[in-house]
């Protein structure tokens, strides 16, 4: 599953004259995209990165380099010094350096309980340290920041510390082995994911009592380590949820949402659609209140958000077996989890639960929707997926979101599904639609049309009622045509009655120089994929029966 851990930094000596829109040209320019908006005060500024080696290249190619409006911005992790705590990050370390050395350097000025190195794509190297002590970090960044080793100057931040993480383990992980037998559950602190990141997610495997008792516990330990600390007044829960789940919780004109912030006494807030990408399909459920009130409004959201994914496993399933080998929940277009966040002191947040098993790791949010199938499961796959073209029609005032900002989200879009994805010119300067030509295998295929389906369901393209259907044209051989038209309109009806899709062969087609004729299908996503995929089984098995005629063998009767 992707989670937002957002990396918040510091943008400083800014001139007044600068702009939020300054800003968002400027790292466009430099090729360093954002991760939401541009938080604009008078002389800095903040922004956000989901993704440690994004801030750091960030921070590399701006910080003390780039001059906006007469001045020399400067950019680092944001980290109030209330916050600044035992861990720091030291970069532009000379890549040949021996680890010895440097954790020689290192130990001079106190005793370091954890070096780890950051995988970036820098020539050279960083590493997040861990003191003992705050007093020690603070040493060390004073004593080698801009330290010279050969040509070489050190650069060195404070990143947030895992204070309240620290506290849910317990010494020896005594607090949570507790908690997870109490509660008999499995909990994952995603701590070394993104490490130095603002904020870490917490995953609860159990029943749905198991999942509130544990969050209940969780909340606890935090705000005890609040008060303690004196680092946060008040421990708002974040819950993380798939999009395409959160309309149902929010509920027509926001009743639901409004019931339970009556009901539990809590003031509830979901991060706007703006911070959706293709990568982070999840939006963030702030819940703030007591810590009582809080534990209430997390049963009674969870038991919304359980109601419409069941709801959603139950539509999935029915359309899955009709695409062998088909892995939906690896695409992250479809409610495939929910997951709870705990976020650092400083954003004051808490920490949860997850009901339904979430993805093993973020890298397998893009993993292949075809997993490996067992050997001889379908005799007719290819070892290489062919490629696929498909032609889907989309509103011609659509065109300007699925391209994006220069050309950005089409091509993060044929980055993210693997595909080749162009729009065609307009056929005349009142066409009502535009054609999306995508080139690739079936698995690229469901990816790409997947998430312009959403785009265009986010962007508000249809009313919200409405179910997004577009229509989508593949080229079959002319040969195979009739069987899929079937005998009296047989099998066309068959595969509408089987998908809720409309098919159309349209008659009388001058077949094009690959001796191709088109075929039309009309419907929502599921309905489009499942009659695409049965259309081209019915051709491969028509194929295959050609090449058996051509090498002499009798070919088997297949009807539909």
């Not at 309980?113 to 960044?141: C, G, H, L, P, S």
Request: hydrophobic fraction near 35%.
């Amino acid at each position: 599953m992707k989670r937002r851990r957002m990396n918040k930094l510091y943008i400083g000596n800014l001139s007044p004259a600068v702009t939020a829109d300054d800003l968002k040209q400027l790292f466009g320019e430099r090729k360093l995209p954002l991760a939401g908006q541009v938080l604009l005060k008078s002389g800095y500024a903040f922004v956000d990165y989901p993704d440690q080696n994004w801030a750091i290249r960030a921070i590399e190619t701006l910080s003390g380099k780039v001059e906006l409006h007469g001045k020399v911005m400067e950019v680092d992790y944001s980290v109030p010094k209330k916050l600044r705590s035992r861990k720091i990050q030291i970069r532009n370390i000379p890549p040949h350096l021996q680890w010895e050395v440097l954790d020689g350097l290192l130990a001079q000025y106190g005793t370091v309980e954890n070096v780890e190195q950051v995988n970036t794509d820098t020539e050279t190297a960083v590493v997040n340290v861990t003191y003992a002590t705050k007093e020690e970090a603070k040493v060390a960044i004073e004593k080698l920041s801009d330290h010279q080793f050969e040509n070489y100057s050190f650069k060195i931040s404070y990143i947030p510390d895992e204070e309240f993480v620290g506290a849910i383990i317990g010494k020896e992980g005594l607090t949570i082995k507790n908690l997870t037998k109490q509660t008999q559950s499995k909990v994952d602190i995603h701590r070394k994911e993104n490490a130095g990141a603002a904020e870490k997610p917490i995953t609860i495997h159990a029943t749905p009592e198991g999942c509130s008792e544990a969050c209940r516990m969780i909340l606890d330990i935090m705000q005890k380590e609040a008060d303690e600390t004196k680092s946060a007044e008040e421990i708002p829960l974040k819950i993380l949820a798939h999009n395409s789940l959160v309309g149902r919780l929010i509920g027509k004109e926001g009743r639901n949402l409004k019931k339970i912030e009556q009901d539990t006494g809590t003031k509830i807030t979901i991060s706007p659609l703006q911070d959706l990408t293709i990568y982070n399909p999840e939006r963030t459920i702030t819940v703030k209140g007591s810590m009582e009130a809080c534990s209430n409004a997390e049963v009674e959201i969870m038991k919304k958000l359980r109601e419409a994914y069941e709801n959603d496993v139950v539509a999935v399933s029915q359309q899955a077996n009709l695409i062998p080998g088909l892995n939906l929940s690896a695409l992250g277009i479809f409610s495939t989890g929910l997951s709870m966040l705990p976020s650092t002191p400083g954003a004051r947040g808490a920490a949860a639960a997850a009901p339904y098993h979430p993805f093993a790791s973020s890298s397998a949010y893009l993993s292949g929707l075809y997993g490996a199938p067992p050997a001889g499961a379908f005799p007719h796959q290819h070892p290489l997926p062919e490629q696929e073209v498909v032609n889907l029609f989309i509103p011609t005032q659509a065109v300007g979101a699925i391209i994006g900002k220069k050309g950005q989200h089409i091509k993060q879009l044929a980055r993210f599904a693997g595909a080749s994805i162009k729009i065609a010119p307009a056929e005349g300067p009142d066409a009502s639609e535009r054609m999306v030509i995508i080139t690739g295998p079936p698995e690229a295929q469901f990816k790409a049309q997947g998430r312009i389906f959403g785009k265009l369901k986010e962007e508000n393209f249809f009313n919200p009622k409405e179910e997004v259907k577009l229509e989508a044209h593949i080229k079959v051989p002319s040969f195979a045509a009739g069987r899929v038209i079937g005998k009296g309109g047989k099998t066309v009806n068959e595969l509408q009655n089987l998908t809720s899709a409309e098919v159309i062969v349209p008659r009388d087609q001058t077949p094009d120089e690959n001796e191709e004729v088109i075929v039309k299908i009309i419907g929502h996503f599921f309905a489009s994929q499942t009659a695409q995929r049965k259309i081209r089984e019915i051709v491969q098995q028509v194929k295959q029966q050609e090449q058996k005629h051509a090498q002499g063998a009798p070919a088997s009767q297949h009807s539909k």
